[in-house]
């Protein structure tokens, strides 16, 4: 299984953008998936992720209604919708998977990153 993040850039605060994970291999509905992201000099923290099948989603409070994770099963994608950003949210954003069977928030138990995407909000 391989990730791969795509969809980064430079917007101005109160911009929006859509991040775009693709999963390859046949298990994309088997699995947790989550988006975390690190800002420069910041350790990586959770920003949201979807459950198998898409059941059920969970947000840091700092993106809780302004960003929606969510996934497309025949493209093997997901995604993250961010709005209304903010500088705050100027990080590099990754993509990873969990084999854990309950969907958790610790990035110590995801086995499988993408490569990162920046994405970096002006003010």
């Known amino acids: 299984v391989q990730l791969q993040a795509s969809g980064g850039g430079l917007v101005q605060a109160g911009d929006s953008l859509r991040l775009s994970c693709v999963v390859s291999g046949r298990t994309f509905n088997s699995y947790t998936l989550a988006w975390f992201r690190q800002a420069p000099g910041k350790e990586r923290e959770f920003v949201a992720y979807t459950t198998r099948s898409g059941g059920k989603t969970y947000y840091a409070d700092s993106v809780k209604g302004r960003f929606t994770i969510s996934r497309d099963t025949a493209k093997a994608t997901v995604y993250l919708q961010m709005n209304y950003l903010k500088p705050e949210d100027t990080a590099v954003y990754y993509c990873?998977?969990?084999?854990?069977?309950?969907?958790?928030?610790?990035?110590?138990?995801?086995?499988?990153w993408g490569q990162g995407t920046l994405v970096t909000v002006s003010s």
């Open positions: 990873a998977r969990t084999r854990r069977t309950l969907p958790t928030t610790d990035l110590t138990l995801y086995d499988i």
